[in-house]
């Protein structure tokens, strides 16, 4: 036993020599190693397979994305800037859903009215007319409204630079009855100016001893031509004036509450919360949105201007355009108001 205790030291130093030359080479391998192999293997998967992803994405740039984090100036100039910039990028699919839109309404109101107006005179039952009449007022009603929410929905993907297809147009109704009711709302606001507007007037009217208003709608109404005499000028004066009171404050109202059909389709809100979302946003910014209105209204008396000296093409031409136009930058205001939810806002002066 005395004799094999001395070579234990012998034994471990002579393992340790024989290990050592193995943990070289370890380490060596490890050196041949690179460095991102420290990783998890997970996270490096992950990495690789969302650079492939971004790699073979399709392009749906619309004219130049936005930068990440960049917002939209909050201001009429910016608000229109960024219009025109989309709408120079994307023109022909904000030309296709406007006009689209209004092709498919006058199509489907004119099918609807010949099918009940057909069904009538088969019928031929003096009960059943009314019944007939109040679904063609249904059709005349629904039918625009649910191709102008598809049609929002639509400008509110080119306003965020995302493709539009044709298909947008018929998504609308899932929101067709919150946005009915909603704009029934906004009308009641407006109406009631709208109606002590006209009613002073034909009070005027009558004391002057001219035509009244009611007399001239319902001349133009039955498509009759209106009598350029001196009894019909104050009508036509009160009717124009009683219109662009009726639109101004149409417009005001707007200005605090035009942000709902976009909440309700793309928020899923209701009809009391988007006009809740839609004062909170607009709060100490109602004469910015109040002027991107009357920009619009501007836009569309000027390109209806060459009608007045009977140049009916060139209207047309640039209705053709500022229609959609307006649309579009309608949706872009939307989407500044949106990005800016989270700052604070600061009364107007």
């Not at 009631?192 to 004391?207: C, D, H, Y």
């Not at 007399?215 to 004036?241: G, Q, S």
């Not at 942000?259 to 839609?278: C, G, K, M, N, W």
Request: glycine share 6%; with cysteine; hydrophobic share 50%.
């Amino acid at each position: 036993m005395n004799e094999s205790q001395p070579a234990r030291p012998r034994e471990a130093q002579a393992h340790r020599s024989q290990s050592q030359p193995k943990d070289e080479e370890c380490d060596r391998v490890d050196d041949r190693t690179p460095p991102d192999e420290s990783e998890p293997r997970d996270a490096r998967d992950d990495a690789n397979a969302d650079a492939g992803a971004a790699a073979g994405a399709p392009q749906t740039d619309l004219g130049g994305a936005e930068k990440p984090g960049e917002l939209i100036p909050l201001s009429v100039r910016g608000i229109f800037r960024e219009t025109w910039s989309v709408f120079a990028s994307a023109w022909p699919a904000c030309l296709m859903i406007y006009w689209g839109a209004t092709a498919l309404s006058w199509l489907i109101i004119n099918i609807l009215t010949l099918t009940l107006a057909s069904l009538n005179e088969l019928i031929a039952d003096r009960q059943v007319t009314p019944f007939l009449e109040f679904l063609r007022f249904v059709g005349l009603v629904v039918i625009p409204a649910w191709l102008w929410v598809g049609q929002n929905r639509a400008y509110l993907k080119l306003a965020r630079r995302e493709p539009a297809a044709f298909d947008d147009l018929f998504g609308g109704g899932p929101w067709l009855l919150t946005t009915l009711l909603a704009l029934g709302i906004v009308l009641a606001f407006t109406g009631i100016p709208a109606l002590i507007s006209f009613f002073t007037g034909e009070l005027m009217l009558e004391r002057r001893g001219a035509v009244s208003m009611v007399a001239l709608i319902h001349k133009i109404a039955e498509n009759e031509i209106v009598p350029h005499t001196p009894e019909y000028r104050a009508p036509i004066a009160a009717f124009y004036a009683v219109f662009l009171l009726s639109y101004l404050v149409y417009l005001a109202v707007m200005s605090r509450l035009g942000q709902y059909p976009f909440l309700i389709l793309d928020r899923d809100a209701d009809v009391l919360e988007a006009h809740q979302t839609s004062l909170r946003w607009t709060r100490g910014r109602a004469g910015m949105t109040l002027s991107v209105y009357l920009i619009q209204f501007a836009i569309l008396i000027t390109a209806a201007m060459p009608t007045a000296v009977n140049l009916l093409f060139i209207a047309l031409a640039g209705m053709s355009f500022v229609l959609p136009l307006t649309c579009l930058s309608s949706a872009v205001l939307y989407q500044a108001l949106s990005s800016r939810e989270a700052e604070p806002v600061e009364d107007e002066e």
